[in-house]
């Protein structure tokens, strides 16, 4: 499966973004998808990940109650509506799919991942 993550930007705090994350070649719902991120100078981190029907979702504490993410099995991406962005939150944001049966927070237990996209959020 090939990855596509869009949405990135410049944002203000406060402000709001929508990622998506596009697979082509296979269908989507076949995976658990991640978003992880990664600032200047830090490791990939967790973000957030959704089981392959959806029902399970985890979060980072650092995004919990400001980070949603969903499936759309009719576009077949799976989004991560950023809302109350802070500067802390500007990183590359690469979603990653999984094709174990896991909902996994880890980034080495994911399988293909994306090109990643720019979150700059000013203060």
């Known amino acids: 499966v090939q990855l596509q993550a869009s949405g990135g930007g410049l944002v203000q705090a406060g402000g709001s973004l929508r990622l998506s994350c596009a697979a082509t070649g296979r269908t989507f719902s076949r995976y658990a998808v991640g978003w992880f991120r990664q600032a200047p100078g830090k490791e990939r981190e967790f973000v957030a990940t959704i089981s392959r029907n959806g029902g399970t979702t985890y979060y980072a504490d650092s995004v919990k109650g400001r980070f949603t993410i969903s499936r759309d099995s009719v576009k077949n991406t799976v989004d991560l509506q950023m809302n109350s962005l802070k500067p802390e939150d500007t990183a590359v944001y690469y979603c990653?799919?999984?094709?174990?049966?896991?909902?996994?927070?880890?980034?080495?237990?994911?399988?293909?991942w994306g090109q990643g996209t720019l979150v700059t959020v000013s203060s």
């Open positions: 990653a799919a999984d094709e174990s049966p896991r909902v996994s927070t880890l980034v080495y237990q994911y399988d293909y």
